[in-house]
């Protein structure tokens, strides 16, 4: 059984960091696509930052983060993570990781899903 379990959110001043983690289990994270995906109140989840390739060397970020957030994978661990710097208001929301169930996939169906993780930026 595929389980991907978040931590790390918290509540922080503008400004500040974070590093969210996604420990999976019953799933090898290494060349598999995995997300950060978030979610705020009233608005529709949308995708931060995705990692794919044989190597998971390559990675995407959406506009608004790039340059803050930084995507990336222990394999040792198992682990997915996201590292936010600079976070601003408007990054307030419920993170939640996602993983493919197949290798080489276009990063587009996303099988598995953890519980979320909230983050709360204060001005």
């Known amino acids: 059984q595929v389980q991907l379990v978040e931590s790390g959110g918290g509540s922080v001043q503008a400004g500040g960091s974070l590093r969210l983690s996604c420990a999976a289990s019953?799933?090898?994270?290494?060349?598999?696509?995995m997300a950060w995906f978030r979610q705020a109140p009233g608005k529709e989840r949308e995708r931060v930052a995705a990692?794919?390739?044989?190597?998971?060397?390559?990675?995407s970020l959406k506009v608004s983060v790039k340059g803050r957030f930084t995507i990336s994978k222990d394999n040792a661990k198992n682990t997915l993570y996201l590292e936010m710097n600079s976070l601003k208001p408007e990054d307030t929301a419920m993170y939640y990781c996602?993983?493919?169930?197949?290798?080489?996939?276009?990063?587009?169906?996303?099988?598995?899903w953890g519980q979320g993780t909230q983050v709360t930026v204060s001005s």
């Open positions: 019953g799933y090898t994270v290494g060349g598999y696509c």
């Open positions: 990692i794919w390739g044989d190597n998971d060397d390559w990675t």
């Open positions: 996602a993983a493919e169930a197949s290798r080489g996939g276009a990063c587009a169906k996303y099988t598995y």
